[in-house]
């Protein structure tokens, strides 16, 4: 899951530590430099005979060690553990990580990173890394990794939506929590609908569906296989039928048979097609609904992108579920909705058994992209 992105992550992460380490290299070569020069002094206090100038000399020769911040030292036995006591410092400037993040951003976009998102993700990296100073006491993997870390969960970091507090809210009015679901088809619309029935099921809600893809009859046949497999009702009409007229039909069922929740399925076509959006435009005005929700193929790439944005613009999209995220080799997509329409991932599916959704969590999606990174990078080097 997510192999591509993560591999990417973990390729910038060892050039911009490798970048760190070489930058610290060369401060060894200076400060190698220095401690000759210290070194040919104390030796010419251990042989001075003239008590008075040898005590001035020794003031002199510790006052460079206090410049450098030198701990307690033998005075006379000056070697190369010196360097892990210096304070040394390297400074990343954007010189130093300009060349490298050129090339994540052409591996983001590969990995099915939309461009605004990867803009963002650079833009974020070069705030928290230029100017950073990094000592010999830091490690440059961690200081890498918690940067990167800090970019992807900025663009995942939407508000939260608590459904099953969305419920309990509704339901304590009297009335059914309403959940549309848009997408095209193909996407998995039908079985994340049923999906989270089972969910809701088990959390123990009732449920009830809506068959508001009228536009194929094989999508009403499809939502009644799945609810007759779940022991849930399914409100449907003929196909051809008036979309909003079946949502509105399952709202007023669920009302009269005080029913948690409402499961609504809508038509599928291309998002270009205006008549789909009208339609949708007219589900959402009807049946005033507390929660639309776009399903995409994380397959799909910037194509679900390009969707989410486009029902999005129809009609205000609150949350989305990733389908078929178990099989993602890039991972692109799961970064590229939330920025895109700035609404939270609700629940991932990562399976083909009911029970295979997955509420989204940021940290572990982060987690996810980096989990194999500390094994790479735990070769040991000092600067």
Do not use: C
Request: overall charge negative; proline content about 1%; aromatic content about 4%.
């Amino acid at each position: 899951m997510f192999g591509s992105l993560k591999s990417k992550l973990t390729d910038t992460m060892n050039k911009l530590s490798n970048k760190i380490y070489k930058k610290g290299e060369a401060v060894d070569e200076e400060i190698n430099e220095e401690i000759k020069e210290i070194k040919t002094e104390l030796t010419k206090v251990n042989e001075n005979p003239k008590i008075d100038e040898k005590e001035e000399l020794e003031e002199n020769v510790l006052g460079k060690f206090e410049k450098t911040k030198v701990g307690f030292l033998d005075k006379f036995k000056i070697t190369k553990s010196i360097k892990k006591v210096l304070s040394k410092e390297v400074v990343l400037t954007e010189d130093d990580i300009e060349e490298i993040l050129e090339e994540l951003e052409l591996e983001l976009l590969e990995a099915d990173v939309a461009y605004d998102t990867v803009e963002s993700i650079i833009e974020s990296l070069k705030e928290n890394l230029i100017g950073l100073k990094i000592t010999s006491d830091d490690k440059p993997e961690e200081i890498i990794e918690n940067a990167l870390k800090s970019s992807i969960r900025n663009i995942l970091a939407q508000e939260k939506i608590d459904i099953e507090q969305l419920i309990q809210n509704k339901n304590k009015e009297g009335e059914p929590a309403i959940i549309i679901f848009l997408g095209i088809n193909g996407t998995g619309k039908t079985t994340s609908i049923s999906k989270l029935a089972y969910k809701l099921k088990e959390n123990g809600h009732s449920v009830v569906m809506a068959a508001g893809d009228t536009f194929r009859a094989g999508a009403i046949d499809q939502l009644e296989e799945h609810a007759n497999n779940l022991e849930v009702k399914v409100i449907k009409h003929q196909k051809g039928a008036d979309s909003a007229a079946v949502i509105f039909d399952a709202i007023q069922h669920a009302k009269a048979k005080k029913i948690d929740v409402v499961l609504a399925d809508t038509a599928g076509r291309q998002t270009t097609n205006i008549n789909l959006m009208s339609e949708i435009k007219k589900v959402v005005r009807v049946t005033k609904p507390d929660l639309v929700v776009f399903v995409g193929d994380s397959l799909a790439g910037n194509d679900a992108i390009t969707q989410a944005e486009e029902f999005n613009n129809a009609v205000t999209i609150d949350g989305a579920i990733l389908t078929k995220t178990d099989a993602d080799a890039k991972g692109g997509a799961a970064l590229s909705i939330a920025h895109s329409i700035g609404k939270p991932i609700l629940y991932m599916g990562v399976g083909q058994r009911y029970s295979d959704l997955q509420e989204f969590d940021v940290d572990w999606m982060v987690n996810k992209l980096f989990s194999e990174n500390e094994e790479k990078l735990s070769v040991e080097r000092e600067f």
